[in-house]
């Protein structure tokens, strides 16, 4: 059975520090996702990672997979208030399923 | 339009109603789902439409019936629901699955709706 785990699963940082979210996952698997939710709000597509080694950037946010170490991380430059939130990474299951397991989600805080 | 829209926004209920919750995607998207968020948790998967077939049933109970009328509408009936049910409800949608050479399906990049909170009291 997948198995998906975030850490750390709360983060409080500084404006303009760096810092990385981790997503570790237990099987194989060839796609991975971030999003990112609002307090309140639905879950908005941030990255969507598909071979071993993919790497995409879309402002301060850098997603990276290594399906090797069935890692990806989610590193965040120079942060701002804006980028609060919780991020999920979710993973495709395996099996033919048309199912994606998520982690349990990092509340990110960024202080002023 | 990358839009999923849900109604209504806010649902409040007793135990004894019936209600449905409804969802609509004009992308184009073959494959729509429904998913149920507690406060603080993760999305937990309840349904999966593919091609407006019922392709997965995360063992739901069966106060929740999952209907799809069309490819681009998606109903969500909820009856003699209970307190325990209130949460946000998340409706998707994604492109037709990919079929690699040995027939296991790939998902992909599923768009969410806002939402519908639900309170049962």
């Known amino acids: 059975e997948l198995k998906v785990e975030q850490n750390p699963l709360f983060l409080s940082m500084q404006e303009g520090k760096n810092y990385t979210i981790y997503c570790n996952y237990s099987?194989?698997?060839?796609?991975l996702y971030w999003y990112r939710q609002d307090p309140g709000k639905s879950l908005e597509s941030l990255f969507v990672l598909l071979s071993n080694g993919a790497v995409k950037q879309e402002g301060r946010l850098m997603a990276s997979l290594d399906t090797k170490a069935r890692l990806s991380t989610l590193h965040i430059t120079a942060a701002v208030h804006d980028l609060s939130a919780t991020y999920f990474c979710?993973?495709?299951?395996?099996?033919?399923?048309?199912?994606?397991?998520f982690g349990k989600g990092t509340k990110l805080t960024v202080n002023p | 339009d990358t839009e999923v829209t849900q109604t209504p926004k806010h649902l409040v209920m007793g135990m004894t109603n019936k209600k449905s919750l409804k969802c609509e995607q004009h992308m184009g998207h073959r494959a729509m789902y429904w998913y149920k968020q507690k406060a603080k948790k993760p999305p937990e998967l309840m349904f999966v439409y593919s091609y407006e077939k019922l392709s997965i049933n995360e063992s739901v109970p069966s106060r929740f019936s999952p209907e799809c009328p069309n490819s681009s509408l998606l109903n969500l009936h909820l009856h003699a629901l209970q307190p325990e049910d209130s949460a946000l409800y998340l409706c998707a949608s994604s492109q037709d699955f990919l079929r690699r050479a040995s027939g296991r399906a790939i998902t992909d990049t599923q768009y969410f709706g806002p939402g519908t909170r639900l309170t049962v009291l």
């Open positions: 099987t194989t698997s060839d796609r």
């Open positions: 979710a993973v495709e299951s395996q099996g033919g399923s048309e199912k994606l397991v």
